[in-house]
């Protein structure tokens, strides 16, 4: 534990500034659809913030942490994922027509087979949230991620994490195997290659924008789970393989 008080202390003094500034950046995932988890303590989060979570977690390896469509995966698709900074377009689209193409897919709609069916995997309520969060992007607001969401670490871990990292930190969630990326198990092994600062940094920041392979798949939490959170995620898959 002495190991999250350094972590904390090194949060306070570098962090708070660079959560400010980074508000907003990102989505994120939230909630899997499959292992859904209803609270029992009271949560509070609104429609964007909980569609800024599931964002990051389904759609931000295509449409890109800023949702300019420039996430790591594009670069290896025929066809362009969509700019939701373009209001443009999307102020010209209603809520029901992208719930329809989102759920359905582009297939269904006669565009590209990139963009999967979401609704096998996503609940109608985390579609409509990420469509909220969409409309944020869109209007190129923030979202205020400073309040705790009352969600446990094991919660927060089924909502953002489990889509890549898989139900018990295997590498073998649904958007890993979606993509086919090979993602190495989290477990004593391969975190006992970082100190818990390093640790933190990974969980929020990602890894650098160059990074080369699968790393660069690895969402940036910072704008997106509190402090608190993000040392509670961590403390939360130590505890995998073991
Ligand atoms: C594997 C890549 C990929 C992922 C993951 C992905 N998308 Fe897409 N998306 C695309 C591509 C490619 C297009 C462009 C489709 C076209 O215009 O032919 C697109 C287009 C869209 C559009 C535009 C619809 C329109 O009316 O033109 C929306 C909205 C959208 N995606 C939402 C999402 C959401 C929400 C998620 C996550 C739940 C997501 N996408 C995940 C690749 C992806
Ligand atoms: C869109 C997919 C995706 C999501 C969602 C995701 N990660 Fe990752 N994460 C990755 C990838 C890919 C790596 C790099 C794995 C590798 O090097 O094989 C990674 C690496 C990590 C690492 C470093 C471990 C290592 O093997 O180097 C940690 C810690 C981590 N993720 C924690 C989290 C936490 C906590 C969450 C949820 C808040 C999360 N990740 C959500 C894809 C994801």
New binding site residues.
Partial sequence: MAGYTLVKAFVLVAMLPFLHSCIGDGGSGNHSGDTRHESSAEVFESPELQGLK??LG??????GQKGD?Q?P??AK?A????D?TDST??VG?SDE??YD??SKG?VA?G??M???P?GFQ?TPEQ?RS??AY?RVVNRNERIDVSAESGYSAEEIYRNSCVMCHGEKGEGDGR?AR??NLAIRPLNPETLGDYSSAKLFNIVEQGFPQDTSGTRSYMPAWGGTLTEREIIDVIDHIGAFGR
């Fill in positions: 599931l964002y389904y759609c931000f390896v295509c449409h469509g996430g995966y594009t698709l066809d362009p994922p969509a939701f377009y999307f689209k027509e992208l193409f989102i582009g709609h565009k590209s990139h963009m999967k979401f996503m579609i990420a469509i969409i958007v979606m993509l």
